[in-house]
């Protein structure tokens, strides 16, 4: 089955600075790939998801950008601000039942 | 903005009890899913519907697990008899079909003594 992996594991940024969050998977049949932002006692939340058709897509300050060749993929956060500050999951899914698996997480500190 | 809606926030109980959880996703949504989210941990599907059938349940654990989506609305997870290692955050989630985004709901934190 598919397997999601994260890293770093935790990303300490200072304000106004740049993010970058890097996702590996392992099954090429991989076609869709969500970000979540997770806040503390709170369910994940979809901040931007990017299908396999493309290799790059923007929403503000965020953009997630796809190498299927490598089999990876990135969220990028720019001008970081301390609201920012939560565990962001990546996940992936062949689209087949649209089961989605999940990397471990990595926990976003920005500081003020 | 329509949200996923799931009951109770926070559940304690005793190891060997019973214990059930609600989930009523947003409106329209066809797919509801279900979701086990150990501290520290990606959530992990534990059981997907399609309207009131059950699409995925490979990974729920049967001989004291279920799940039902009767009407194909709103859901109820199950656990009996609960142990320890079932302490985790229990998510739902919904979207318009399977090949959609799928929206969470806050979850249920439950914790076995």
């Known amino acids: 089955g598919e397997n999601v992996e994260q890293h770093p594991s935790t990303l300490s940024v200072q304000e106004g600075d740049s993010a970058v969050i890097k996702c590996t998977y392992s099954d090429s049949a991989s076609n869709y790939f969500p970000w979540y932002k997770q806040e503390l006692g709170k369910g994940p939340q979809l901040i931007i998801d990017i299908r396999s058709n493309v290799g790059e897509k923007k929403d503000q300050r965020i953009a997630v950008t796809l190498n299927k060749t490598a089999k990876h993929f990135s969220l990028h956060i720019t001008e970081t601000q301390p609201e920012d500050s939560a565990v962001y999951f990546c996940?992936?899914?062949?689209?087949?039942?649209?089961?989605?698996?999940f990397g471990k997480g990595i926990t976003l500190s920005v500081r003020p | 903005e329509a949200e996923v809606a799931q009951s109770p926030r926070y559940k304690i109980t005793e190891k060997s009890q019973a214990v059930a959880f609600w989930c009523d996703p947003i409106s329209g949504h066809a797919t509801l899913y279900w979701y086990r989210q150990i501290l520290g941990q990606g959530p992990e599907l534990l059981v997907q519907?399609?309207?009131?059938?059950?699409?995925?349940d490979s990974q729920l654990p049967k001989d004291r697990f279920s799940a039902e989506r009767l009407k194909g609305v709103d859901s109820t997870l199950k656990i009996q008899p609960a142990e320890l290692g079932d302490s985790a955050m229990y998510l739902c989630a919904s979207s318009p079909g399977p090949e959609y985004e799928q929206f969470f709901g806050p979850g249920t934190r439950l914790t076995v003594l």
């Open positions: 519907f399609q309207d009131e059938s059950v699409v995925d």
């Open positions: 996940a992936a899914s062949t689209g087949a039942n649209s089961k989605l698996t």
